[in-house]
Structure formats: C-alpha cells, structure tokens
C-alpha cells in the first residue's frame, strides 16, 4: 500500500507545540493570554494579528523545525510498515513563511536533516502548495494520514484518511474518514484494512 503522511500534527505534536511556545511568546511579549484549543490556526487559537503571527513564527520555527521531537514510536511504525512492503509518502504543506532571513529558502534542507535526525523513513517526500488531494491522487496514494481539518474534509472525498486526533480536528468525521490516537493506532488500523 502506497502511505500518505503529513508532518506537522502528524509526525510532530504541533498542537502542543504551538501552546506551549505560544504561551510563552504571548506572556514574554506581555500580550492577552488566551487559548482557543478548538482552533487549526495560531492566529485564531490566540487572537493574535498577522504580525505577531509572523513574528512567533521568525522566533521559534527553526527550533521546530530542527530539534522538535517526532511523535512517540513514529520511526518505529514507519519502520515496520516499510518492511512489511508498505511505500511511504511525506505529504507536507511546509514552507518558508516564518522563517528568518538567514533561512530564507532552507526549509526543505531544514525538514530533510530533521527526518534524517529523527530516523523517519520514506520513500518520496512532497511539498504541496494549497490543496494536498491533487498530489495525493497524483501519486496513487491509497490512504493519507492527516490532522488539518481542510486537508481531511478535501482528501476524503477520494482517499481514505486517518485522521490524527487533536483538539483542533474534533469535528470532523464522515465516510472516509477514521480517527487515530498514536502511531500504535495507526498501524493497527493499517492491518485491520488488509
């Protein structure tokens, strides 16, 4: 079977990510502290302008995107799916917004080491633009692991979906679609499918 797997909210715990180091940027720049949890967007989850959005981002998006650690057993499991014959596809919607100009146009250099440190393997990696189903279907993926509700709702409607649960995505569910907690869920539910 032919894997699709995003990476941020997937690989990584993004959601904790951003309320942990979004409360530390709001109370250091002596800003509201509020949290929305049900919201996909930092901007959103913190009432935050564009502005301080991008300047969040310039400050701890190369932290992120260098030293952040994988979810728990995510090398394992794409390691035993590889093994078992399963072909692996990072389908990542990641870019260069956010980071500082001494980065400018690193991003992919950046998230390749960051697989290569982390023991992730894969197959193909593909960086999207806009909508993931095009490069989905495009590359013959039969089912795509995703958190962003967007990316869900879109790929769904032609690809299976495992959807990684946060608190962010609570709301969608529908045909296509089945909710997965950890990557232990995740394997299992790939067996289950066979």
């Known amino acids: 079977m032919r894997i699709g797997i995003d990476i941020d909210g997937v690989l990584t715990d993004i959601e904790r990510f951003v309320i942990d ?32 959005t991008l300047e969040f981002w310039q400050e701890y998006l190369v932290y992120y995107a260098t030293k952040y650690p994988t ?7 794409i390691q035993k799916l590889k093994a078992e014959g399963h072909e692996i596809y990072l389908v990542t919607a990641r870019n260069n917004y956010g ?8 991003m992919k ?13 894969y197959d193909k990696i593909i960086y999207t633009e806009e909508s993931k189903l095009p490069y989905c279907v495009g590359n013959y993926i039969e089912i795509m692991i995703e958190d962003d509700p967007e ?30 907690y950890s990557w232990y869920d995740v394997y299992h539910t790939i067996k289950m499918r066979k």
């Open 21 to 52: 180091y979004g409360s530390k940027y709001t109370i250091e720049h002596n800003l509201p502290l509020q949290i929305k949890l049900g919201e996909y967007e930092e901007k959103k989850a913190f009432g935050w302008t564009q502005e301080q």
């Open 71 to 77: 979810r728990e057993f995510a090398s394992e499991i």
């Open 99 to 106: 980071l500082p100009k001494e980065y400018d146009g690193k």
């Open 109 to 121: 250099e950046l998230v390749e080491k960051w697989l290569k440190d982390n023991a992730i393997s």
């Open 151 to 180: 990316h869900i709702e879109k790929i769904a409607t032609k690809i299976p979906v495992l959807c990684f649960d946060s608190q962010y995505n609570k709301k969608i569910e529908g045909c296509n679609i089945t909710r997965v």
